[in-house]
């Protein structure tokens, strides 16, 4: 097969593409459709840091990138295509950056922006291969339907502790994510990275997996990862396969779908689009400073994890993992006035309204957590 | 007897354990038996109503149960079961 290709390699580029050409099944021909192929990376994080990097590096011709994220210091453990002077600055500047010192010769289009019903079809139209690094289910379902509606494959990856899956969606009318899933967890009963932490090598090895299914859709060459889910599993270095279908009850691919337009993805899956406003019970990290400054009598309980207690504490704070609390509840006194805290307050509402369920009557909710302590009252406690 | 391969998000709910060998003849009895042992499970497993949850999928070897007999999918001595939920990280 031969197609026609109008630009050619220039001398730099031989000698770049120089391992890629002397291979049969990519040579000049396939380094061509390298440079010819549009490929979007949604995400400049832990999966698009080695995608946004090797993709380069293999000369696809045009990257872009969605991404509305800065680079902190928590990043840098997993997110390799940026380095700690970008501490602070754009994900898109940053990664653009590295992509363009690997190789000039790639065009960035940069998307400052969170993909969105309003602009994802817009964004996505232009592109041949869509690839989702993205780190939640709204905008995971989001991708899928409008590479679905668009008839684009959905290179997808996704991540947890030591854990990932792999798989092409909607790869000439195959299986998609909500074949696989048809409807996402509600919101706090799965956790993120942010709670739950990740292996930051992992990312590495799973964007590389959807790094190589992309270049071996641009190439043609090979078996996609299509209608087969590949689970990672680091601890015990074992790869397995399954088997995916296409549901012919799809809502947006199968026989008679129902999704013919993009939906309010936020709504499907539960997730308020704004945080809500602070709720009753709350305290500040200054008022709990101001009253252990006093010598108020109060019972401080920390419900983070053990691992978690070990890295920083607050003085006095008592360790009641949230999930012992139902057995050692107990061990508190209802009559006592008791502060909680976690690490940002998501885990602490939810022992607030427990203790409160469980008839304390002073209870209330540090806001921000330790981390807020750190933020206001004493830099010396890391945040993490 | 059939293994049951537990996800790292559902370990802490069985005893940090990353497999369990346990006896039944379908993957409901097995999913039972599972939930009996470590009852923190059910409740990630199965809706109030007593429904396999939508974002937990169990497979049969390689095969998803929903493309078999669901539940009452039979379960041989040599099978291993796959409990596979979704996870959404990527960053």
Redesign the interface.
């Known amino acids: 097969m031969s197609t026609p290709v109008a630009a050619g390699l220039s001398n730099e580029e031989i000698l770049r593409y120089s391992r890629h050409l002397i291979i049969p099944e990519v040579g000049m021909e396939g380094q061509l459709k390298l440079k010819e192929a549009k490929v979007l990376l949604i995400?400049a994080?832990?999966?698009?840091a080695p995608l946004g990097l090797y993709l380069a590096a293999a000369g696809v011709g045009r990257l872009g990138v969605v991404d509305f994220?800065v680079v902190d210091f928590t990043?840098l453990q997993r997110?390799v295509i940026h380095g700690t002077s970008d501490v602070g600055r754009k994900k898109l500047d940053s990664a653009a950056e590295s992509m363009r010192e690997i190789n000039p010769n790639v065009r960035i289009d940069r998307f400052d922006t969170a993909l969105s019903s309003e602009n994802a079809l817009g964004i996505l139209k232009d592109y041949d291969v869509v690839v989702?690094?993205?780190?939640?289910?709204p905008t995971?379902y989001l991708v899928n339907d409008a590479c679905v509606l668009l008839g684009k494959p959905n290179v997808y990856?996704?991540?947890?502790?030591?854990?990932g899956?792999a798989t092409v969606f909607a790869y000439r009318g195959g299986p998609c994510y909500r074949c696989?899933?048809?409807?996402?967890?509600p919101p706090g009963?799965?956790?993120?990275?942010a709670e739950?932490g990740?292996l930051g090598i992992l990312?590495g090895l799973i964007g590389l997996v959807q790094a190589t299914e992309a270049v071996k859709l641009i190439l043609g060459i090979g078996e996609p990862l299509a209608g087969r889910?590949l689970?990672y599993?680091a601890?015990?270095m074992r790869f397995?396969?399954?088997?995916?279908?296409r549901d012919p009850e799809c809502p947006v691919c199968g026989d008679h779908p129902s999704i013919r337009e993009l939906i309010d993805y936020h709504q499907f899956c539960g997730v308020p689009r704004q945080a809500a406003a602070p709720a009753e019970g709350q305290m500040e990290v200054t008022e709990l400073k101001a009253k252990m400054d006093r010598g108020d009598k109060f019972v401080l309980v920390d419900v983070r994890e053990p691992h978690e207690y070990e890295i920083c504490r607050i003085p006095g704070s008592r360790l009641i993992p949230l999930?012992d609390l139902p057995k050692r509840v107990g061990e508190l006194n209802p009559a006592d006035e008791i502060v909680v805290h976690c690490k940002s307050g998501g885990r602490s509402a939810k022992a607030v309204e427990f203790l409160t369920k469980a008839g304390f009557s002073t209870v209330s909710n540090l806001s921000g957590g330790i981390l807020a302590w750190s933020e206001k009252v004493d830099p010396k406690v890391p945040k993490y | 007897m059939p293994r049951i391969l537990i996800?790292?998000?559902l370990r802490?709910y069985a005893g940090n354990l990353?497999s369990v060998e346990l006896n039944g003849k379908t993957v409901g009895e097995l999913l039972g038996a599972l939930t009996a042992e470590y009852d923190?499970l059910r409740r990630?497993l199965y809706t109030g109503e007593g429904k396999l949850?939508?974002?937990v999928?169990i497979?049969v070897n390689?095969?998803?149960i929903r493309?078999l007999d669901k539940e009452a999918t039979s379960v041989a001595e040599a099978d291993t079961i796959?409990i596979?939920?979704?996870?959404?990280?990527?960053?």
Do not use: M, W
């Open positions: 995400g994080g832990g999966l698009g994220d990043n997110q989702d690094g993205t780190d939640n289910f995971r990856g996704s991540i947890f502790r030591f854990e899956q696989l899933y048809p409807e996402p967890p009963l799965v956790p993120s990275c739950g990740v990312p889910l689970l599993d601890l015990n397995r396969e399954l088997k995916l279908r999930r | 996800p790292t998000p802490q990353d923190e990630h949850r939508s974002f999928n497979y390689d095969e998803d493309h796959s596979v939920p979704s996870i959404a990280g990527g960053r």
